[in-house]
């Protein structure tokens, strides 16, 4: 049986257990998922569980591997927009600036570099 759960996520009964379909999918095709680890769904849709679209992430990687809104991690401060958001429980402060697409544009540059292919996604 298969059933799409109140989450988004796909799930499955196999042998009287319920079990998670894309960490089904990651163990068939690559084998046990490593301790501490998570399967996350690179296009962030939790109903495409190809494994192509499923790779390993720490729960920090999960997480920021989300949909990035045009005010993620910007404030506006009377006339100008600050770009500050938290790295491995540091605050990191990136600037302030005139415009909210300079900001957005500077803020998307720091995202990259520090997180890498878990950057996140922009908001369609």
């Known amino acids: 049986m298969v059933w799409v759960d109140d989450k988004g996520y796909t799930k499955?009964?196999?042998?009287?257990?319920v079990v998670f379909y894309h960490r089904y999918v990651w163990e068939?095709?690559?084998g046990k998922i490593p301790e501490g680890m998570m399967?996350?769904?690179?296009d962030g849709n939790m109903r495409d569980n190809?494994?192509?679209n499923l790779r390993l992430a720490t729960?920090?990687?999960n997480g920021r591997n989300r949909v990035i809104k045009p005010m993620t991690n910007i404030r506006q401060r009377k006339n100008k927009y600050e770009v500050r958001f938290r790295y491995?429980?540091?605050?990191?402060?990136?600037?302030?600036f005139d415009t909210v697409e300079e900001a957005q544009k500077v803020r998307d540059i720091k995202r990259l570099?520090?997180?890498g292919e878990f950057n996140g996604r922009r908001e369609e």
């Open 113 to 115: 570099e520090l997180y």
């Open 50 to 52: 190809h494994w192509s």
């Open 39 to 42: 399967v996350d769904h690179i």
């Open 28 to 30: 068939r095709t690559y």
């Open 12 to 17: 499955l009964r196999l042998d009287g257990k």
């Open 59 to 61: 729960r920090a990687e």
């Open 88 to 96: 491995e429980g540091k605050e990191v402060w990136v600037g302030l």
